[in-house]
């Protein structure tokens, strides 16, 4: 049996052709760098080379009918001409060492390679993964999705199960894996035939590196010991107040690519920084979509738009709350860290940076590897434990091991520090579930503040226009021109978000621990009076023991659970505005415009109906008496109301018009003008803690209807003539929203 052995497509290289042999692997148990494992072997090779064929030894060369040698290649095909990411194995008597990938093959010599071969995460690195939004997908699928079937693994139960959170950006698979290791504190380690395993780390049963495995030599360093770390916990959400973005204007240039869903298409591929929702395309389709990116179908010209996910952040600190920033560890960019992991993730950075010291020694390596739990004497003999952090491991009759252990406590957190919520909405005695840990988080959230008042609907007068021509006979017309729609009235202002307090308590007695819980009641909303605009109440406090939401900041996005997927304690939404009333359009030869219709919390009124110049009352009076002459008298229907949130606005009618003449006058007034509607104030939020809506508007007040009077006459003074407008009523705005109880959240 050969002491050492590469295989490479079918080759099997022996001792006598591997001049040297590295493998370096790293623990991935932080999450600043994914480091990936890489091995180099030099290897001779000549099965390119041309030799001399032989029938009994290499001393009898055969010769053919010419006398001339008879030659060979023993492989039409050279080392060189490799195949990217195709296995190498190492193994060392029989027993498999390590399994990789190749990534070159450079030649050093006539018959002399230098393989160059990374592990499986060495492959995904040039890679894309297009990411996504992620709230309770286990952390296995989330795996398969970013290793893209790359190369083969296997995952441990316990990890395999673990909730994932979140969001993963358009970045190569190897950063996107980084920030899931890091989020869960899972591991990469080697299976029995070479493949990739993740895990939890293991430290209940440490390997022990024996005196005798420890060469002479090695050292002992002490690096920077940093007090605190600093994690920052990441939250996306809808919100009510979500920003609209064009993410595409102009040409949508098409390709034949492969979408991120593994479709052959026609198309261009669009990429978004920022996770958006709610897409929509002018100008072509969306063939496929995702919260990173957009397949568009070809396009000259087109308009993408989106709204913004709403991103909150939040700094938890573990260790020393006064430490300098030079003795502070920070991390800041992984998506994947949120308000049920950020604890464990603080927790596992700070066992780890805090560490004592680094020990660097030469070991004869019998299988330990990176992430490993270790006890053994450092080149001191001062017994030591820690964790295996790297290795460059040698190929020699005894394989050996460069190692570096870091000393002192090993981080051993993973998965999320809360699994489970208990939404709390009425005040009371809490009992701490059973189910919980050592500790809880709670969160604190007020009773949302009330929106202000609506405003009332608008009211447009007409205009009148008189015309006079002749000397002896007069000729007069009056005309009143009933006014175009009338505004409804717009919506007041939404309630701010709830002040909410976040607060950890450990060294709970789960199923034993009661909390004194009062929530806070939702702020009323703002009255409305006479138009004007009076702001709403703030909400309650919400309290639990000495804790209390009071002087806590307002939040402007509120408060996003990831287990339940709720959004609480955010401000208000809209009110609705008035629908303007209806009326004369001027510009379009006298056409009605009808009053508009209101759609809003799943209701539609409709404006009121409008009859306009289709009905009219007259009244004329011929020549009596040969001095006041001819009168006529015409009056014209009115035009509907505007409706308002709760109610339809009033139909326009002849009803009010008058049309009269008599022996010395004429007077018109056209029909009464639909009523704007009076609006209802919206609902209570159905989520707690949220504002309250701002107040609806009220409807805009219906045009009354024309009127128009004639006369002829050739005395004095002149006959009466009046065309005059009739009665138009707005509707009034209603008072703000109520703003929702407040809540209280308790992660176990």
């Known amino acids: 049996m050969a002491l050492n052995e590469i295989g490479y497509d079918g080759k099997v290289y022996a001792d006598g052709d591997i001049a040297s042999a590295t493998g370096y692997r790293k623990s991935t148990i932080v999450g600043d760098e994914l480091v990936y494992d890489t091995f180099e072997a030099e290897v001779w090779d000549y099965a390119y080379a041309l030799l001399m064929l032989a029938d009994s030894g290499p001393s009898f060369a055969m010769?053919?009918?010419?006398?001339?040698?008879?030659?060979?290649?023993?492989?039409?095909k050279p080392v060189d001409s490799f195949t990217y990411g195709a296995p190498v194995t190492w193994t060392h008597r029989g027993k498999l060492m390590l399994r990789q990938y190749l990534e070159s093959v450079k030649r050093t010599g006539k018959y002399k390679y230098l393989l160059s071969c990374v592990s499986g995460i060495g492959l995904i690195a040039k890679s894309r993964h297009y990411g996504g939004l992620y709230e309770n997908v286990p952390f296995s699928t989330v795996l398969a999705d970013i290793i893209g079937g790359v190369f083969p693994y296997t995952v441990d139960t316990a990890v395999a199960s673990i909730n994932v959170y979140g969001w993963l950006p358009v970045d190569n698979r190897r950063n996107n894996l980084r920030k899931l290791l890091t989020a869960s504190g899972a591991v990469v380690r080697t299976n029995a035939d070479g493949s990739v395993r993740f895990a939890a780390p293991d430290t209940t049963s440490p390997t022990e590196i024996r005196d005798k495995d420890i060469f002479i030599g090695g050292s002992v360093d002490t690096p920077t010991r940093y007090q605190a770390v600093k994690i920052t916990e990441h939250a996306y959400a809808k919100t009510p107040n979500d920003i609209l973005t064009t993410l595409l204007e102009g040409e949508a240039t098409g390709?034949?690519?492969?979408?991120?869903?593994?479709?052959?298409?026609?198309?261009?591929?669009?990429?978004?920084?920022?996770?958006?929702?709610?897409l929509e395309i002018t100008g072509t389709t969306i063939l496929e979509s995702g919260v990173n990116y957009a397949v568009l179908a070809p396009s000259m010209a087109c308009t993408l738009t989106g709204y913004k996910y709403s991103h909150t952040t939040r700094v938890v600190t573990a260790g020393s709350l006064t430490a300098s920033e030079q003795a502070t560890k920070r991390l800041d960019d992984c998506t994947l860290v949120n308000a049920l992991n950020a604890e464990s993730v603080a927790q596992r950075w700070l066992e780890f940076y805090s560490s004592q010291k680094t020990v660097d020694m030469a070991t004869v390596w019998r299988g330990e590897q990176p992430?490993?739990?270790a006890i053994f004497s450092d080149p001191y003999d001062a017994p030591a434990a820690g964790m295996i952090e790297s290795q460059d491991v040698r190929l020699s009759a005894k394989v050996v091991a460069d190692t570096t252990v870091?000393?002192?406590?090993?981080?051993?957190?993973?998965?999320n520090t809360y699994d489970h919520v208990l939404v709390v909405t009425q005040s009371g005695s809490i009992t701490i579930p059973a189910e919980a840990k050592d500790k809880v988080q709670l969160v604190l959230i007020s009773g949302g503040p009330g929106g202000s008042s609506g405003y009332a609907g608008e009211v447009k007068s007409g205009t009148t226009e008189s015309t006079q021509r002749g000397t002896s006979i007069v000729y007069r017309t009056k005309y009143y021109y009933p006014p175009g729609p009338a505004a409804g009235g717009k919506a007041g202002d939404p309630g701010a978000g709830a002040r909410i307090l976040r607060v950890t308590l450990e060294d709970i007695v789960?199923?034993?621990?009661?909390?004194?819980?009062?929530?806070?009641?939702?702020?009323?909303?703002?009255?409305?009076?006479?138009?004007?605009?009076?702001?709403?109440?703030?909400?309650?406090?919400?309290?639990?023991?000495?804790?209390?939401?009071?002087?806590?900041?307002?939040?402007?996005?509120?408060?996003?659970?990831?287990?339940?997927?709720?959004?609480?304690?955010?401000?208000?939404?809209?009110?609705?505005?008035?629908?303007a009333g209806g009326g004369f359009d001027e510009n379009a030869d006298g056409q009605t415009v009808e009053a508009e219709s209101v759609t809003g919390f799943g209701q539609t009124f409709?404006?009121?109906?409008?009859?306009?110049?289709?009905?009219?009352?007259?009244?004329?009076?011929?020549?009596?008496?040969?001095?006041?002459?001819?009168?006529g008298a015409t009056a014209f229907g009115a035009y509907g109301g505007?409706?308002?949130?709760?109610?339809?606005?009033?139909?326009?009618?002849?009803?009010?018009?008058?049309?009269?003449?008599?022996?010395?006058?004429?007077?018109?007034?056209?029909?009464?003008?639909?009523?704007?509607?009076?609006?209802?104030?919206?609902?209570?939020?159905?989520?707690?803690?949220t504002g309250g809506y701002g107040g609806n508007g009220g409807g805009g007040a219906g045009a009354c209807g024309g009127a128009y009077v004639e006369n002829n006459y050739s005395t004095s003074p002149a006959p009466t003539f009046e065309a005059s407008e009739n009665t138009m009523t707005a509707g009034n705005g209603s008072d703000g929203g109520d703003g929702a109880p407040g809540v209280l959240l308790i992660y176990y």
């Open 371 to 373: 992430a490993d739990a």
């Open 510 to 579: 789960a199923g034993q621990t009661a909390l004194n819980v009062s929530i806070g009641e939702g702020g009323k909303g703002g009255l409305f009076a006479d138009g004007e605009n009076a702001p709403g109440q703030s909400g309650g406090d919400t309290t639990v023991g000495s804790y209390t939401t009071e002087g806590a900041p307002v939040t402007s996005t509120g408060y996003y659970d990831p287990i339940n997927g709720k959004l609480y304690g955010a401000p208000g939404g809209a009110g609705i505005p008035g629908g």
């Open 63 to 76: 010769m053919n009918a010419d006398g001339r040698f008879m030659i060979s290649r023993l492989s039409s």
């Open 642 to 689: 505007g409706a308002a949130y709760g109610a339809p606005g009033g139909n326009g009618t002849l009803d009010g018009a008058s049309a009269s003449t008599w022996s010395s006058g004429a007077r018109a007034t056209g029909g009464t003008g639909g009523i704007g509607a009076t609006a209802l104030p919206p609902p209570v939020p159905s989520n707690p803690g």
């Open 406 to 415: 870091q000393v002192g406590k090993i981080p051993s957190i993973s998965g």
């Open 255 to 278: 390709d034949t690519i492969i979408t991120p869903k593994g479709v052959s298409v026609t198309g261009a591929l669009i990429t978004f920084d920022n996770p958006m929702h709610d």
């Open 606 to 631: 409709a404006g009121g109906t409008s009859v306009g110049a289709s009905e009219s009352k007259e009244s004329s009076t011929g020549n009596i008496d040969g001095t006041y002459g001819y009168k």
